[in-house]
């Protein structure tokens, strides 16, 4: 498990990844959601279980 500035952890999961936010306030958005948008990962926010995730997983034709 990798973490995201310690505001967050990553976790890989069916070719992309769960991104579980620890604290929402704190962590780097832009800058995360850039970074996947431009790896052509498709980018979704849900929750699970009370936690916040950024899913993503890589863009298929």
């Not at 620890?22 to 962590?27: Q, T």
Request: hydrophobic fraction near 40%.
């Amino acid at each position: 498990m990798k973490a995201v500035q310690g505001y967050g952890e990553i976790v890989e999961e069916y070719g992309g990844y769960a991104i579980r936010i620890i604290d929402g306030a704190r962590f780097p958005w832009s800058k995360v959601c850039t970074l996947l948008l431009g790896a052509d990962h498709e980018v979704w926010i849900e929750k699970r279980n009370g936690d916040l995730y950024i899913i993503t997983k890589p863009i298929t034709d």
